[in-house]
């Protein structure tokens, strides 16, 4: 064990900095997942290989409401952030659940990876994007942004999926929850003839 005081000071000094840095990037995620009176955090922190120095925290869990009152779920394997002001996480193995309300049915949504904007509310999903309703519709795609204020999504990209009447395809797709609707861009439904002949 090394006694010299000179290398214990330099430690000490650099405690003192790195020490608030973290403190503020922690204070930041557990506000971002702290968005509402009945959320549920589960804290976990470690420094992996990618987390670039940073704080990560592990399965985190925000549950909040929409500007609708839609309660939703949102939780992942780990978000990070290296924005001191805490504005920008990122997410992976994002898993968020939105319940039915009035006409609308309940909603799951999976992706690898996603970008949460905390001073705007929008997620921003890419790699593995899912998307379930309790209807029966299941739509893969290739990324999807949703405001959590707002209740809405959407995506200019191609989209594929199966629902109860058949298979389809859109160039795109915009989704609200008040008034529920789907919104395809460009869309091609190809009707599966089983559904229709089992209700005659």
């Known amino acids: 064990m090394n006694d010299n ?4 000071s330099r430690r ?3 405690l003192k900095l790195v020490l608030p840095g973290i403190a503020v990037v922690l204070l930041g995620l557990l506000v971002l997942f702290s968005r509402s009176g009945d959320d549920l955090i589960q804290l976990a922190i470690f420094d992996g290989p990618d987390s670039g120095g940073g704080v990560v925290l592990r399965d985190p869990v925000m549950r ?3 500007s609708g009152n839609v309660p939703y779920e949102i939780s992942a394997a780990t978000a990070h952030s290296q924005d001191t002001a ?6 992976r193995e994002v898993n968020a659940r939105f319940a039915p309300a009035g006409s609308a049915p309940g909603y799951v949504i999976e992706a690898t ?3 949460m904007n905390n001073e705007t509310g929008l997620l921003d999903l890419r790699d593995g994007v899912t998307y379930r309703d309790d209807n029966g519709l299941v739509l893969v795609l290739i990324d999807f942004v949703y405001d959590t204020s707002r209740g ?3 995506t200019k990209k191609p989209v594929s999926g199966t ?7 859109a160039a795109g797709l915009q989704i609200s929850q008040n008034p529920s609707a789907y919104i395809f861009e460009r869309a091609r439904l190809m009707v599966d003839p089983k559904p229709a002949q089992a209700n005659k």
């Open 163 to 169: 629902a109860p009447q058949g298979t389809l395809e």
């Open 12 to 14: 000490v000094a650099r």
């Open 5 to 8: 005081p000179e290398i214990h």
């Open 86 to 91: 805490n504005a920008l996480v990122n997410l």
């Open 64 to 66: 909040g409401t929409t």
């Open 113 to 115: 990876a996603g970008l």
């Open 152 to 154: 809405t999504g959407r």
